[in-house]
Each structure stands twice: as structure tokens, then as C-alpha cells.
């Protein structure tokens, strides 16, 4: 029998613990759980080290799904040795700025972390793609402008998309288009409006051609497909596109989720919306008259 043993570190465990989760995955037994900021997670079974580690990686993923951020790891073991985890690759290291509790959408549990979901995740979810993805939220790609990683986000966009029903090339305004509806059927529930705030853009069900189009102009822009954005509707400073790669990065990770059956509450999104306005009253348009949605953000920060 073959075992791996994982010590992880988040500082959402910090204030919110993980109950002892058990389920087997893969014929192997997978017990997590997490308190006080660290999280232990053991793999166990007649298989393979390398179907062990394949485990591991689709457990990490979906922490990175759940939380927005992957947990720093802090020491693996294989049959009580000790394995080197100094040089991981990339994307396995967060940048800082996501590891804010504002981005987690859902709990680890049960729940997530089940042979289901793991096939779906599977199936229905390319791992190159995922991993551009997660690379740019990585340390590697902090200081990277943020033109080419809204570029980056918006390709692994159509990657990711699985929808059967839509040609290659109309994935992305697909899911776009899908976006912007979730977006304003969450935002007319709550009655705060804050979509047309922080984008300046008129997003309706009916019509989200001009919020799907900056986004389409803005990457093929800066992918060098156009002689001048002139007649496009690009985004060209970095502040402006800062609350596109907020809404995009967190509603891909929506998507993700649905797609490996597991539902996120209109008044989740709802709230994060609500502190993207925030955020963009605060740091982008910086109007002290503009009225603060949540206690996350100040003036007088």
C-alpha cells in the first residue's frame, strides 16, 4: 500500500476550519482536513505513486477553483519520505493578492472533493488551459502588465469552455454572453446595480454586445491582430482593465464549478460584485461621493 501525505497552508483556514473530509477517489482513500490556518491532506491505496499524485494535483485544482488562490505547500511525503517541493512549477505559487478571503466562493468539503467531481474535472475540463489560467494568478506573472495577463485570461477562456453547442470561434463570446446575463440577473435581484458602475458599460439581458465586444477587441488588440484600436472598443490602461480580470477570473471559476455539478448561490456572486465596486470606487475612480457597498475597502485606505 502505497500513501502520500501532504502538509498545506491557506489563511482562509485560519479562521475557517475544514471538517475532517473521507472519500475515496480512484480506489484510494482521501481524508482532508484543516484548523488554525494548515490543512492536512492524506492520499492511500494499492495504486501507483503516480495515481497518487494524479489525485493530489485534482485536489489542488479544486482548492484553486474553490479559494481563487492554490494553498502554499508546506511539506509532501511518500511512504515517509520526504519529497522535495522547492522547486514546483510555477502556477503552484499564487500570487499574494489572490489569497484574499474576498475570492473564496466555496467551502472545501465533501461535497467538492469526490469521486464525481474529480471525473468531471476530468472529462469536462482541459488541463492546459487550467493551468494558463492558474498561471496567471501566480507569482510568476505578479509583475507581468496587465494588458497581456487579461490577454491570457481571455484565451484560457476558450479553452476552457466546453459548450458542444458552439463552434470554436463563438466559444468565448458564449461564455461571455453567458456572463453578462448571470451578471445582470444577479444584479437586478440585488438592487445595487454596481455592473454598470464599475464596467461604464449598459450590460443587459438582452444586450451585452458592447461588454462582450471590449473584451473580444481588447484581447485581438493586444494578441497584435489589428493595425489600430481606433474603431475597437479597447481597454488601454491598466486600471480600466483591472475589474475585467477580477469578474472574468472569478466567474471562470463560477463556470468550473458548474461544470463539475456544483451550484454558487446568486448572493455569492452578488457580493463579490459588490466589492469589485468598491474596489473600483477606491482605487480607479477614487470618488469619495461614490457610497461603499461592504467594509472591505475605505477612503482612508
Not at 461564455?175 to 446595480?193: G, S, T
Not at 469578474?247 to 464549478?257: A, D, E, H, Q
Request: with cysteine; proline share 2%.
Amino acid at each position: 500500500m502505497n500513501k502520500l501525505t501532504a502538509l498545506l497552508k491557506h489563511n482562509y483556514i485560519v479562521y475557517n476550519s475544514i471538517d475532517e473530509i473521507k472519500n475515496v477517489i480512484d480506489e484510494c482513500n482521501v481524508v482532508i482536513s484543516g484548523k488554525g490556518g494548515y490543512i492536512k491532506l492524506t492520499i492511500g491505496g494499492d495504486k501507483e505513486d503516480n495515481v497518487l499524485y494524479d489525485i493530489f494535483c485534482d485536489i489542488l485544482n479544486l482548492f484553486f477553483i474553490c479559494y481563487g488562490s492554490f494553498p502554499i505547500i508546506q511539506s509532501i511525503e511518500l511512504n515517509s519520505r520526504h519529497i522535495d517541493v522547492s522547486n514546483l512549477i510555477g502556477k503552484y505559487t499564487t500570487d499574494g493578492e489572490w489569497f484574499k478571503t474576498n475570492y473564496v466562493i466555496h467551502e472545501i468539503n465533501g461535497y467538492i472533493v469526490n469521486q464525481d467531481t474529480v471525473n468531471l474535472l476530468r472529462q469536462k475540463i482541459s488541463k492546459i488551459p487550467l493551468s494558463s489560467f492558474e498561471y496567471v494568478l501566480s507569482e510568476d506573472y505578479k509583475h507581468v502588465l496587465i494588458p497581456h495577463k487579461l490577454s491570457l485570461l481571455l484565451y484560457s477562456v476558450q479553452g476552457l469552455v466546453n459548450d458542444e453547442n458552439a463552434k470554436e470561434s463563438t466559444k468565448f463570446r458564449s461564455f461571455i454572453n453567458a456572463v453578462c446575463q448571470r451578471l445582470y440577473h444577479v444584479d437586478k435581484i440585488e438592487k445595487c446595480e454596481t455592473v454598470d458602475y464599475i464596467l461604464q458599460k449598459e450590460i443587459t439581458y438582452k444586450n451585452s454586445k458592447l461588454f462582450t465586444q471590449t473584451l473580444v477587441d481588447t484581447r485581438d488588440w493586444y494578441s497584435h491582430f489589428y493595425y489600430s484600436p481606433d474603431d475597437k472598443e479597447v481597454l488601454q490602461k491598466g486600471n480600466d482593465m483591472m475589474p475585467y480580470l477580477f469578474i472574468v477570473s472569478y466567474m471562470l471559476r463560477v463556470y468550473i464549478l458548474k461544470t463539475v455539478g456544483v451550484k454558487v448561490p446568486d448572493s455569492t456572486i452578488a457580493y463579490y460584485l459588490k466589492q469589485v465596486h468598491d474596489w473600483t470606487a477606491v482605487y480607479v475612480r477614487k470618488d469619495k461621493s461614490t457610497k461603499l457597498l461592504t467594509s472591505l475597502y475605505s477612503f482612508d485606505e
